[in-house]
């Protein structure tokens, strides 16, 4: 197993293989990753205590079969909604532009393949190897993380409709 030090030189040795767009595929990713975090934090302690008030808000109401009433409900129903789907399209955002600043990846590193081309000719393979893995490790990278945000964009997404669809079924109309 890795040493602390010896996984950092294999991370910093892989960025430097990948070329300066592969920071750029970093950046987004952690900036999606944070957002989803934030997502899974929020429902695991912050959205039972939305879902509660709102509950608790329109059992305290003695009228509940008015238009007025069912407005109201429509208004809890929709702000709880708004919480719960909040970032849900920044991720989505996020998650189509992994695969864009990969492909960056690809055009910058092609082009230092055809600058070693134009000036060593054809027979310096070392020259073009770089180019190369800078084409095609951003790509790669970018197509991963865009697959891992994919995944919990989904979840997050049905989590959301899940925990609206209950909330909106919990508020009765009865009494």
């Given at each position: 197993?890795?040493?602390f030090g010896e996984a950092l030189y294999a991370i910093r040795q892989f960025m430097d293989q990948g070329g300066p767009v592969l920071y750029g595929v970093l950046a987004v990713t952690f900036v999606m990753w944070t957002l989803i975090?934030?997502?899974?934090?929020?429902f695991g302690v912050?959205?039972?205590?939305?879902?509660?008030?709102?509950r608790q808000n329109w059992e305290?109401?003695?009228e509940r079969k008015s238009w007025y009433a069912h407005k109201i409900r429509s208004a809890m129903i929709s702000e709880v909604k708004a919480s719960l789907s909040a970032n849900v399209s920044m991720i989505k955002t996020l998650v189509a532009t992994c695969p864009l600043v990969g492909l960056l990846g690809t055009v910058t590193g092609m082009i230092a393949v055809f600058d070693a081309m134009a000036v060593f000719?054809?027979?310096?393979a070392r020259a073009m190897a770089d180019g190369v893995s800078q084409a095609t490790i951003p790509t790669m990278a970018g197509m991963v993380a865009a697959l891992?945000?994919?995944?919990?964009?989904?979840?997050?997404?049905?989590?959301?409709?899940?925990?609206?669809?209950?909330?909106?079924?919990?508020?009765?109309?009865?009494h």
């Open positions: 197993m890795l040493g975090l934030e997502r899974v934090w929020y912050v959205a039972r205590r939305d879902i509660d008030r709102a305290q109401r003695r000719g054809s027979g310096n891992s945000g994919v995944f919990m964009s989904t979840f997050i997404e049905r989590w959301a409709k899940r925990a609206s669809e209950r909330l909106e079924d919990s508020l009765t109309t009865d």
